[in-house]
T-cell receptor, first 116, second 116 residues
């Protein structure tokens, strides 16, 4: 059973460019969340997708957007990249249980983005 | 609002010694609490979680944590450290209510070193 997979593993961009990161959830999961982990910090919640819609969002600007596909995979898009966007981007998948309760999240290996 | 504080950004122990990593939380509702481990250049792996059942929670790799409401703490322990335990450990609380385990708020992490 494949766990959460992410691509690419590493990426280098320059300021002002746009980037797309991809995530495939663990088999049986229907919910995908994205987190940003800056160097030396804990992960910060960006947003969560369920049924192809953004369900929750953390304190991130509109430059950060996402998408979820019918097969539950997801993309994270970041526009107008800033130096401060350099980080490890983690995808986590889970199931949405009864009453809209998010069950335990499982994390992928992450995509390390460097903005020059 | 929920928050997590991890005391000590770096802890060093000898192989075979007790491991104690400290986490204090702030929450206005009964919290769901988690410990994750991150090995170098990898994503996060769930060690254990507290979801309002037993206050002493056993996890993988011999780790356990005790939820103490009176002290608002959820410290992680392991009786005997192994070299393979060297990693960064993150405590997290769910920002969602009603038992949802999404939208995790992480501490800044504690890097554990194990000396031979």
């Amino acid at each position: 059973d494949a766990g959460v997979t992410q691509s690419p593993t590493h990426l280098i961009k320059t300021r002002g460019q746009q980037v797309t990161l991809r995530c495939s959830p663990k088999s049986g999961h229907d919910t995908v969340s994205w987190y940003q982990q800056a160097l030396g910090q804990g992960p910060q919640f960006i947003f969560q997708y369920y049924e192809e819609e953004e369900r929750q969002r953390g304190n991130f600007p509109d430059r950060f957007s996402g998408h979820q596909f019918p097969n539950y995979s997801s993309e994270l898009n970041v526009n107008a990249l800033l130096l401060g966007d350099s980080a490890l981007y983690l995808c986590a998948s889970s199931s949405l249980g009864a009453g809209g309760i998010t069950e335990t999240q499982y994390f992928g290996p992450g995509t390390r983005l460097l903005v020059l | 609002a929920q928050s997590v504080t991890q005391l000590g950004s770096h802890v060093s122990v000898s192989e075979g010694a007790l491991v104690l990593l400290r986490c204090n939380y702030s929450s206005s509702v009964p919290p769901y609490l988690f410990w994750y481990v991150q090995y170098p250049n990898q994503g996060l792996q769930l060690l254990l979680k507290y979801t309002s059942a037993a206050t002493l929670v056993k996890g993988i790799n011999g780790f356990e944590a005790e939820f103490k409401k009176s002290e608002t703490s959820f410290h992680l322990t392991k009786p005997s450290a192994h070299m393979s335990d060297a990693a960064e450990y993150f405590c997290a609380v769910s920002a969602d209510y009603g038992g949802s385990q999404g939208n995790l708020i992480f501490g800044k992490g504690t890097k554990l070193s194990v000396k031979p």
